[in-house]
């Protein structure tokens, strides 16, 4: 990390390298499978990027538009599906270094700088000539609110401003990846050059990512390993293939025997997907899930009271108020 205005805002939010990662990319688009209405949407996008200075200097159209020159790409879609290595594989395309921003530990807790530190970013990418990429974007770029009533609010709606405001002089590449693109404010919608949906591939696409997973000479693959069995049975993102191959892996490996003689075998790829899928499973529950389930199992025990002959209380009371209303009708009738 050579650059000192990047040192210095590290230093500034904490010290934490992850805030801003400065990365040299490495990855290129022959490095991830996707389907093939990502991969022409991509290209589109490819072609704003080696097309600007043709239309924007050459044919003088930045004269005419000089602000909202940012080629901002918006790469929506579930997690695992490629939108990172795909943002990298674009700063490799261009040659230039990639800012990773992630905007949840780039948040200050002081009132005012979160700000600050974001248009900070858009100065080093500026210094460094960089590809800027927003990870988990729709955290920075949310609706903004209509109530101010407290701090925080008036707060995330100045990050916005300042974005939107950055993103109107910015004449760079700027990527916003983000698993919830609905929560994105309006005003990002014209400013954004080209969106991108990042779909969970499909068979033919699992099989493939199955197969790039293994070294094709080092990796001890048994005979019974079936690629287009698992990308049949197990609907899963390229993330998730990744981390169940490295479980198979480490389940074959703890085996007991000399490790010339170890294989992945068909069993420990299954169960690692397996593992990688229940687990996901356990995450998407939520306490409210857990209410509602306790709310259905308190309604079901009220109800088989009912039923066992917890009523009958209840129609002793109702007889004895009717007698009682029978009798002070009387009492007065005489």
């Keep these: 990390m050579s650059n000192p205005l990047l040192r210095a805002f590290t230093e500034l939010t904490g010290g934490s390298r992850r805030t801003v990662e400065s990365v040299t990319p490495a990855r290129t688009f ?57 943002a990298e594989a674009i700063a490799n395309e261009l040659g230039r270094r990639l800012l990773v921003v992630r905007y949840a530990e780039m948040e200050s807790l002081w009132m005012g700088e979160t700000p600050k530190n974001v248009a900070a970013v858009f100065r080093m990418a500026r210094q460094e000539n960089a590809v800027l990429l927003f990870d988990e974007a729709d955290s920075i770029a949310a609706r903004r609110s209509t109530s101010l009533d407290h701090g925080f609010l008036r707060e995330s709606n100045t990050v916005v401003n300042v974005l939107l405001k950055e993103l109107e002089t910015f004449n760079g590449v700027v990527i916003f990846a983000t698993n919830l693109a609905v929560n994105f404010d309006p005003a990002f919608e014209r400013r954004i050059r080209t969106h991108v949906l990042f779909e969970m591939p499909g068979i033919d696409e699992r099989e493939q990512i199955w197969r790039v997973q293994m070294h094709p000479r080092l990796t001890p693959l048994a005979s019974d390993v079936n690629f287009r069995l698992l990308a049949e049975t197990y609907e899963a993102s390229g993330g998730d293939i990744r981390n169940a191959v490295l479980k198979a892996a480490m389940a074959a490996a703890s085996e007991p025997g000399r490790d010339a003689s170890k294989r992945i075998h068909q069993r420990h790829l299954e169960q690692g997907i397996r593992e990688v899928l229940a687990a996901k499973h356990v995450m998407r529950q939520s306490l409210f899930q857990a209410d509602v389930t306790t709310t259905d199992q308190a309604t079901a025990r009220a109800i088989d009271a009912l039923h066992r002959g917890a009523w009958l209380p209840l129609v002793i009371g109702t007889i004895a108020l009717v007698i009682s209303i029978i009798a002070l009708v009387a009492t007065f009738a005489r």
Excluded: M, Y
Excluded at 31 to 41: G, K, W
């Design 30 to 86: 022959n490095d991830v499978i996707l389907p093939p209405a990502t991969r022409r949407a991509l290209d589109q996008a490819l072609v704003h990027v080696t097309s600007h200075d043709l239309i924007f200097n050459r044919w003088g159209l930045g004269e005419r538009h000089p602000t909202g020159l940012a080629l901002a790409f918006n790469f929506a879609g579930p997690p695992g599906t490629g939108k990172t290595i795909c």
